[in-house]
């Protein structure tokens, strides 16, 4: 079993940058897949992006490729979602995620461990 505890959110400008961090314990995030999923108020909580056990392949969502990146650092046990050229809509509760699976990344109900959550908010 894994713990997983978000920090970095907050409030930030259009155009601005963020990074996110999510911390393991219990086990080495690379022993899962390791995805990031936000709910924006009203909406269903969505995939951001992911990060295979080999840390070599990570995946994301079209509405943030190209802004966003996953990495992990295994010395620190820790994801990091780095955000740039945010937007208003990149408004939500970001969510660490931790999947025994290979398959369904971008399946929400594919992640068996969830941290708490830290807010993002972007104003315009």
């Known amino acids: 079993q894994v713990q997983l505890v978000e920090h970095g959110g907050g409030l930030v400008q259009a155009g601005g940058s963020l990074r996110l961090s999510c911390a393991a314990s219990?086990?080495?995030?690379?022993?899962?897949?390791m995805g990031w999923f936000r709910r924006a108020p009203g909406k269903v909580r969505e995939f951001v992006a992911a990060?295979?056990?080999?840390?070599?392949?990570?995946y994301y969502a079209d509405s943030v490729k190209g802004r966003f990146t996953i990495s992990g650092d295994n010395a620190k046990n820790t994801v990091y979602l780095q955000m740039n050229s945010l937007k208003p809509e990149d408004t939500a509760v970001y969510y660490c995620a931790a999947s025994h699976s290979v398959l369904g990344i971008r399946d929400r109900d594919e992640y068996d461990y969830w941290g708490q959550g830290t807010q993002v908010t972007v104003s315009s």
């Open positions: 219990g086990r080495t995030y690379s022993s899962y897949t």
């Open positions: 990060i295979g056990r080999s840390g070599s392949n990570t």
